[in-house]
T-cell receptor, first 111, second 114 residues
Framework: GESVGLHLPTLSVQEGDNSIINCAYS??????FIWYKQESGKGPQFIID?????DKRQGQRVTVLLNKTVKHLSLQIAATQPGDSAVYFCAEPQWGNKLVFGAGTILRVKS | GAGVSQSPSNKVTEKGKDVELRCDPISGHTALYWYRQSLGQGLEFLIY????????KSGLPSDRFSAERTGGSVSTLTIQRTQQEDSAVYLC????????????FGNGTRLTVT
């Protein structure tokens, strides 16, 4: 079965608020995680990644947090904008670079 | 630079027909992947090519599905005797390195089997 999964299938936030999207993984040996954003009609787009020797990584308006103790990953989006509306996937490589994706979380931004 | 290109963007076919889906990866990327995404679902791994190594076909759902990668570049996914349950978006991705690096996806081919 899948080794990654998402807690919330749909998240609605007000424009300007912060968003937090969560992901659980089951393989404690996993050492690399990636977040993707998929807009309607497009392929997934890389957002940010994190390696297991880190517990936090920041990008532009996005932060990924990794808690290896409870095997939990989260994506935080600051000051959410309408353009952030999309489906967000966490993904984890299995042997080599074959990515296993979670089911996805729909983020809806209300103006 | 140019991203991953897939063609056609949409394909409608009759049940029982064969279809070919094409993927042009980013130049220089040695790894190429095919995924399938059903409506409102996550991504299902199909097949993975890495350099000259034998492809990982472990995700192909049946022997009606096959894929080739010619000259380490362009790839074709072929579905024979299509069934309605094959209807989905087929996504191709490429990656520059073996090991931990993000995949770059195309926009997919939406296949509808009538």
């Amino acid at each position: 079965g899948e080794s990654v999964g998402l807690h919330l299938p749909t998240l609605s936030v007000q424009e300007g608020d912060n968003s937090i999207i969560n992901c659980a993984y089951s393989n404690s040996a996993s050492d690399y995680f990636i977040w993707y954003k998929q807009e309607s009609g497009k392929g997934p787009q890389f957002i940010i990644d994190i390696r297991s020797n880190m517990d936090k990584r920041q990008g532009q308006r996005v932060t990924v947090l990794l808690n290896k103790t409870v095997k939990h990953l989260s994506l935080q989006i600051a000051a959410t904008q309408p353009g952030d509306s999309a489906v967000y996937f966490c993904a984890e490589p299995q042997w080599g670079n074959k990515l296993v994706f979670g089911a996805g979380t729909i983020l809806r931004v209300k103006s | 630079g140019a991203g991953v290109s897939q063609s056609p963007s949409n394909k409608v076919t009759e049940k029982g027909k064969d279809v070919e889906l094409r993927c042009d990866p980013i130049s220089g990327h040695t790894a190429l992947y095919w995924y399938r995404q059903s409506l409102g679902q996550g991504l299902e791994f199909l097949i993975y090519f890495q350099g000259n190594s034998a492809p990982d076909k472990s995700g192909l759902p049946s022997d009606r599905f096959s894929a080739e990668r010619t000259g380490g570049s362009v790839s074709t996914l072929t579905i024979q005797r299509t069934q309605q349950e094959d209807s989905a978006v087929y996504l191709c991705a490429s990656s520059p390195l073996k090991g931990n690096s993000p995949l770059h996806f195309g926009n997919g081919t939406r296949l509808t089997v009538t």
